[in-house]
């Protein structure tokens, strides 16, 4: 999973009093901005001391430095290209599940890491794309014209409509180009992406988790760190360059437009440095009310639901080597997901966040409502909207929970792959043939989710989860068949009910069990369908969900729609000198910034980096989390890191002030000259609603120092071959 400034500041302050800007926290250092966004902020990046120009960042007729960095899937992590042969480096934690698929208990690149020591070696990894930006292009005219006198309700089909053709176009332009149209300011503008996508992409090396893990969930999130969280991989192409499935034998290396040069001079305090990625989501233009009830209700979910499943699944992980790597890469991001909520949680309830958000509110309402005209454009969208948060607080509340608690376990996801098989059970006249064919399409299907099945920690899981569920959703708001099932299972309480009733579903189903599966697979019949008691359970939650839950959701979501844009149309209006960045939305962003310490909390102090000696500190054989490879400690003891350290020491992880979030993971940290001087692996702790408002007294980037990473490749793997692929500069 998952950041800029300086100018903005110096703005007058006369101005900002008579714009009403004072309450409005707009600070040098925050803004993801769009690569078309550029050329309007040059100057404050300058300021801040950037010295290329806007065009050798982004540019669509010559190589830029945008051709440099890749989006991983769509978006799931960042990566950037650093040698004229596709190598590419981006986050340990972004290629955590390609190395746990190619991972056994025999072959554990887990825990031991592991290096293609020549091409031939490198591994494939189906189904994983890496792309490029070709371009980038604001096509809010062209929507605009396609909605003028469409009424609301019909406004997202429109929308949608025009957006893939928008984007179809794009794609018909060249092999391997997909185009991506995406609404920012809740829908005020709409701009395209055109990528070319890559399609053989392949794992060349990774530290073992002691080094690209290290600290674990315990430092996760958290500064100061001592984590080489980085790994390797490569693009392949077609023999001309084009994008090509994974061959072995015919695709070749990527020959890249542009790739980033590796600074091994490393930064120093106060050094410019951004960032180029695709930030998933941010959610900077949220109401106060708005906060409050996502408080209330997702970041509560999350707590409860992944809380107790992860906790579940790791008491399982501890006993077998077997699950422990399985589960390894859902358990990390399980837990990463969690790590974040908690700490968003914490900060919510005591950053005053919800305090400065309704002093911005209480400017925006008085200037809407000082003039008939803005009052008739914008009504009243911040009572509008809390309005209908209000409304839908519980209906929101029961949803979220029940999905997690009922919808999303495992006896369910399988009833969902056989939906063939179910059609052709339930068939007025059926049909021998359809149903075998239906019968093998699920058990290749199934095959896939069964590499990550453990029935005995299935049943765990939803047994705590459903008794979780039961503790905070009333019976009066619980679907009726729930509480009807729940009155036939024996059992005291609550608790002994849930375990009851898990034990049911996960020993008599065949939903839940690899044996009884494979019998009814090969004999289906529409009366064991029937009877089966999973089969029973998945059937109601899955009506309850598509008949009640999302009709009512969808319904709740095209409400507020409306309000939530012109909630931002007014404040853009309202801050109509102000440079806006939208929200982060898995699109190509750049943060700039500077290298810069922060105080945590009273009487302490942060340094802005990290040496090898914190490793040895932080050493604890006793704790999975803080192991440190023999053959790490011994070259660190040795403190011989020439070129890549001096005077004995070399340097971890830095901290900037750069603006990312879940999705720059991977990103290159680059220095002045847009060279290569570190990647960007996480977030602070004292930053944790940085998402949700951007505090530039202690919002920090989190990143891997670029000597760290060649030293490990270098000196600990034997990789040397890697990093003289790649163009260091001093
Ligand atoms: N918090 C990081 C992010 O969301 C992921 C860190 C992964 N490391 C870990 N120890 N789980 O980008």
Redesign the pocket.
């Known amino acids: 999973?998952?950041i800029f400034f300086r100018a903005l500041m110096l703005r007058s302050i006369a101005l900002m009093l008579v714009l009403g800007l004072g309450s409005t926290h707009v600070r040098a250092d925050e803004g993801m901005w769009l690569p078309i966004q550029l050329s309007k902020i040059e100057s404050r990046m300058k300021e801040a001391g950037f010295s290329l120009s806007a065009a050798d960042l982004y540019q669509i007729n010559q190589a830029a430095v945008k051709d440099a960095i890749v989006r991983l899937g769509g978006g799931f992590c960042t990566a950037e290209i650093v040698s004229d042969q596709g190598l590419v480096l981006t986050n340990h934690?972004c290629a955590y599940d390609l190395i746990q698929n190619h991972s056994t208990v025999e072959k554990d690149y887990l825990t031991n890491g592991f290096w293609a020591m020549n091409r031939a070696q490198e591994l494939p990894n189906p189904g994983l794309t890496a792309s490029t930006l070709v371009r980038m292009e604001d096509v809010t005219n062209r929507m605009n014209d396609s909605l003028r006198n469409v009424p609301e309700a019909q406004r997202g089909a429109v929308i949608a409509k025009v957006s893939k053709i928008i984007a179809d176009e794009a794609s018909a332009e060249k092999k391997g180009y997909q185009g991506d149209v995406r609404p920012i300011f809740y829908g005020n503008q709409f701009i395209l992406s055109v990528y070319m996508v890559y399609k053989d992409v392949r794992l060349v090396g990774a530290p073992p988790s002691s080094i690209g893990?290290f600290?674990?969930?315990t430092?996760?999130?958290m500064w100061p760190r001592h984590t080489g969280?980085f790994s390797v991989l490569r693009i392949y192409t077609g023999p001309n360059g084009e994008s090509a499935e994974y061959d072995s034998l015919r695709n070749i290396p990527l020959k890249p437009n542009r790739y980033l040069s590796v600074c091994t001079s490393g930064v120093q305090n106060g050094d410019y440095t951004m960032v180029m990625g695709y930030p998933g989501t941010t959610n900077r233009y949220l109401s106060a009310d708005n906060l409050d009830f996502n408080l209330a209700t997702v970041n509560m979910m999350v707590e409860d639901m992944i809380g107790s499943r992860m906790q579940a699944y790791k008491e399982d992980m501890d006993k077998d080597d077997k699950i422990r790597i399985a589960l390894a890469s859902t358990y990390?991001s399980g837990?990463?997901t969690y790590k974040y909520y908690q700490g968003q949680s914490l900060g919510l309830r005591k950053d005053g966040l919800g305090d400065k958000k309704r002093a911005h509110e209480n400017g925006l309402r008085q200037w809407i409502s000082s003039d008939p005209a803005r009052v008739a454009l914008y009504g009243q969208p911040l009572e509008t909207l809390s309005g209908l948060l209000n409304q839908y607080r519980n209906d929101y509340r029961k949803m979220i929970y029940f999905r997690q608690a009922l919808g999303n376990q495992a006896f369910v996801r399988h009833f969902r792959i056989m939906g063939d098989l179910q059609k052709a059970l339930e068939a007025k006249k059926p049909d021998e043939a359809k149903t075998m064919a239906a019968a093998k399409s699920t058990r290749d299907a199934l095959k896939e989710n069964m590499t990550e099945y453990f029935q005995a920690t299935e049943q765990k899981a939803f047994a705590r989860m459903l008794r979780v569920y039961l503790d905070r959703i009333n019976a009066a708001d619980r679907p009726p068949f729930l509480n009807d099932l729940l009155k036939k299972t024996e059992g005291e309480n609550d608790k002994d009910r849930s375990k009851e009733l898990a034990k049911i579903i996960y020993k008599e189903s065949f939903l839940t069990n690899p044996e009884l599966m494979e019998a009814f697979l090969s004999k289906p019949s529409a009366k064991k369908w029937k009877k089966d008691p999973g089969v029973q359970l998945a059937l109601s939650i899955n009506d309850y969900t598509n008949q009640v839950l999302m009709p009512a959701d969808r319904k709740a979501q095209a409400e507020q729609a409306p309000v939530r844009r012109q909630l931002m149309a007014a404040n853009m209006a309202y801050q109509s000198q102000r440079i806006f960045a939208p929200d982060a939305n898995s699109t190509l962003r750049l943060t700039y910034g500077n290298i810069k310490s922060y105080v945590p909390r009273d009487g302490v102090d942060y340094k802005w980096f990290t040496t090898h000696s914190g490793i040895l500190q932080k050493e604890d054989p006793s704790s999975e989390e803080f192991i440190v490879p023999n053959k790490l400690k011994e070259d660190l003891s040795k403190g011989d890191f020439v070129p890549y350290g001096r005077d004995g020491e070399l340097v971890t992880c830095f901290i900037s002030n750069n603006d990312i979030t879940?999705g720059n993971?991977g990103s290159p940290v680059m220095n002045a000259r847009a060279e290569l001087v570190g990647i960007a692996?996480?977030g602070n702790w004292e930053s944790m609603t940085g998402d949700l408002m951007f505090n530039d007294k202690v919002q920090r980037t989190i990143s891997v120092d670029i000597r760290y990473v060649l030293f490990v490749m270098d000196r600990f793997a034997g990789a040397g071959h890697l990093v003289r692929e790649m163009k260091l500069v001093p």
């Open positions: 999973m998952k934690h893990k600290g674990g969930d430092d996760n999130w969280d990390a837990m990463n879940g993971s692996f996480d």
